[in-house]
């Protein structure tokens, strides 16, 4: 017995059922590519993400909410701020948390922020202290977080990435922390610290204190002389 030609409405149906499983399949894959592209920028970040960067990724923001409802894949950290609800805890997460929402306005964790990052002194910061340029000075304050102002833009040689934040380098955060006040004898400790495990040098602890005030540049020689054999 002949099987019947199917009729145009039947064929109607069929391409439209053919395009949504092609559309639902397509949002699936992508999805997936977004989901794992995010993962990847928040591992390097202790687990954070800000908003924007999961914009870049290739989400948008209503998925965004979505995802970070009570049990969802993300954690709404605050207002931009997100974190992969799973993702493993770490010592420093209050830093990469004040830091990213400021980083596109290239900020630095500097002074005693980084001196925590770097394990070098004793010194338990109460706030996250962050560096921006000059044009950046009018920052929205933040709880939590000092800003300082520099007074010329860092160099390439005075920023490094640590535990998944750009900070300063160590010989600029040892000067820099003894100009806010930290006590000289955490500094001294800190400068031993890193000349200890190769964090930095005596030329370039010299080559930091250089251009900083007679003070600075003493506070510096004489740690360099007192760790000397």
Known sequence: MKTPAPTDSVLAMTRQCDSTVRRLTYNI?????????????????????TAQQAVDAGMDRATLRHHARPNGRYERVQRGLYRLRHFPSSPHEHVIAAWLPLCRAGA????????????????????????????????????????HTLGAPLLASEIRPVAGV????????????LEDGVQPEQVELGIRQALDRGLTTPRRLRGAAAKRSARTRAAVEAALESGTP
């Open 108 to 147: 630095v964790v500097s002074h005693a922020s980084a001196l925590e990052l770097y394990g070098i002194s004793d010194i338990i910061p109460t706030c996250v202290h962050v560096s921006v340029s000059r044009a950046k000075r009018g920052l929205r304050p933040r709880e939590g977080v000092r800003v």
């Open 166 to 177: 750009q900070v300063t380098s160590p010989e600029r955060t040892l000067v820099d922390a």
């Open 29 to 49: 894959t992508h999805m997936s590519d977004v989901h794992g592209k995010l993962y990847q920028i928040a591992e390097g970040q202790g687990g954070y993400f």
